[in-house]
């Protein structure tokens, strides 16, 4: 995501799903997660659980300034194979619910929203929230309304993501 940065942290995506290790190498590669998200995710995992691997004990005891890619990258060639697609699919969710909840501290975040789009190769999915798309039905009348469409056509987005992607799966 080159032309935007996020402030996504550990702390808020993990309130909203779980994930594997490609994913968070998917984050953290992309810079949607800082390298430290990695760790807080060993010491997670260990939390919850005693019996994970001596590479997970590893990864968890690291300071947050030492490289994590090295376990990272064996944590996530351990795992059966998932489809980048769908991996995409769920960090563009995480994104936009992000944005969503922080909407009121930029002064465009529908411009944000085109940024998004295009960061992550137009996805159909989005385009019903993108100011520059056709329109979802006929012109309500005013810039105020149709921009209130857009609006909830994305909270729409979020709720249908939020059920695919939920600790509830």
Excluded: C
Excluded at 24 to 51: M, Q, V
């Amino acid at each position: 995501m080159d032309s935007l940065l996020m402030e996504l942290t550990y702390e808020y995506v993990s309130k909203k799903t779980r994930f594997t290790w490609q994913e968070l190498k998917y984050a953290i590669d992309r810079n949607f997660l800082p390298p430290g998200a990695a760790i807080e995710h060993a010491l997670t995992l260990l939390s919850e659980d005693t019996n994970e691997s001596s590479l997970i004990f590893e990864l968890a005891s690291l300071y947050h300034d030492e490289p994590v890619h090295p376990y990272l990258d064996e944590l996530a060639q351990l795992e059966p194979h998932q489809d980048v697609d769908t991996i995409k699919e769920k960090w563009l969710y995480l994104i936009l619910d992000w944005l969503f909840t922080k909407k009121d501290q930029y002064s465009d975040p529908l411009g944000l929203i085109e940024q998004i789009y295009a960061d992550f190769d137009y996805p159909e999915n989005i385009a019903t929230f993108v100011r520059y798309m056709p329109m979802d039905g006929p012109d309500l009348g005013s810039i105020e309304l149709n921009q209130a469409r857009l609006y909830k056509n994305w909270e729409k987005y979020l709720d249908e993501q939020s059920k695919r992607f939920s600790y509830a799966k």
